[in-house]
Every structure is written in C-alpha cells, then in structure tokens.
C-alpha cells in the first residue's frame, strides 16, 4: 500500500478492492435515497395553485407509479431538489470511479506492474502499438468532471430562480438524463475491467522489498 505514492504498509489486493466496493455501496445508498425523493408527483400542481378539476391526485399518482403527491403546489412547480440530489449522487460515484481509474492506470504502468489489463481493455498507440494503455479508465476520470458540471450547472440555474415555475427549468432535463447516460456507459466497462483484471504476484512481492 501506499500514501503520497510513497511505499506504506502491506496489504493484500482484497483490501485495496474492498475500499471501493465500500465506497459504491454508499453510493448505491445515496441514490437509493435520492429515489424516494424523485418518486413524487407533480402532477395536479397547476402552474402554482392547483387545478379546478375534481381530480384525486393522490389516487392518480399511486396509478402512475408514483410514491406519493407533492404536498404544496408551489413546491412541486417550483423546485428541482430531487434532481440536484440524484446528480450529487451520480457526480460522487463518478468521483469514486475516476479515483478507481487513477489507481488503475497508475497500477498497471509498467514501472509497477501490478496488475494488468485484459487485452480488450487497452490499447496500444499509434505509433508504439505495443503499449497497454488504460484508456477506458482514463476516459472514466474524464467523465467524472462531466459529472461534476452537470450538478454545477443545475446548481447555478437554480440559484437565483423566484417562486414557481420558470422556464429556466426546462434546462433540468439535459444534464440529468446526461449524467444517467453517462453513468450507464461506464459502469458495465468498468465492472468487466474489475472481473478480468490479472494481477502480477511477483512483482507485488518485490515491491516489499
């Protein structure tokens, strides 16, 4: 193990593995949390004051699928909490995964040789085919950073928006399905990398030394 890159303590690879699987179960917690609070509906809300329909909203969100109404129709018009919570949860997880990468990428260089990639999972370069580049992590890194400004830039919308709707908020949906899409793209990769990964038991041990 290490601290400031420098050698540390020992430890077996299962103690380095299970420190981010640790972090990913909070994270599948927080977004867990984060879905009761998306899981209510609007719908009824008016643009701010309700309806003069003799609908049940309570009944009409339970058929849709919902966990529950709004409670106050400004509220539900007005503000996107629930998505800024849900991309704090993906920009996080995004953060854990690019760390993950950097260990990776630094793990398999050749100058520690850790642990080595499956050839499905690097590349070599254009004109030094015989290199192992980690690209896939090295492109999860810089995904975690469009994660970050998708919960940045829904922050700042928001920021500065009055009471009840305002079409500033149409602009919530391009960032939150972005940030999903982009969780949905690197997860798979990134699980399979984990599953086929070959780590070098002799030069482990003589970094010991």
Request: a neutral charge; hydrophobic letters at 45%; one cysteine or more.
């Amino acid at each position: 193990g290490y601290t400031h890159f420098q050698p540390a303590q020992p430890i077996v690879a299962g103690h380095w593995l299970m420190s981010y699987v640790w972090m990913l179960v909070r994270d599948r917690a927080r977004l867990a949390d984060a879905r009761t609070r998306t899981a209510v509906s609007p719908l009824g809300s008016g643009p701010l004051a309700g309806h003069p329909f003799g609908i049940d909203r309570a009944m009409l969100s339970q058929e849709l699928g919902f966990a529950s109404c709004s409670q106050n129709s400004l509220d539900g018009v007005s503000d996107r909490d629930f998505a800024a919570e849900a991309l704090f949860a993906c920009a996080l997880l995004g953060v854990h995964l690019s760390r993950l990468g950097e260990d990776i990428v630094l793990y398999s260089n050749p100058a520690l040789g850790f642990i080595t990639l499956d050839d499905r999972y690097s590349t070599g370069s254009s004109i030094m085919p015989q290199k192992r580049n980690a690209d896939p992590m090295e492109i999860a890194r810089g995904k975690a950073g469009r994660l970050i400004g998708n919960l940045t830039g829904l922050l700042t919308m928001l920021k500065g928006l009055p009471s009840t709707y305002n079409k500033d908020l149409q602009d919530d949906k391009q960032p939150t399905f972005e940030a999903f899409d982009t969780l949905d793209l690197l997860l798979p990769v990134i699980t399979a990398i984990i599953a086929t990964l070959q780590f070098n038991i002799g030069k482990m041990q003589a970094a010991l030394g």
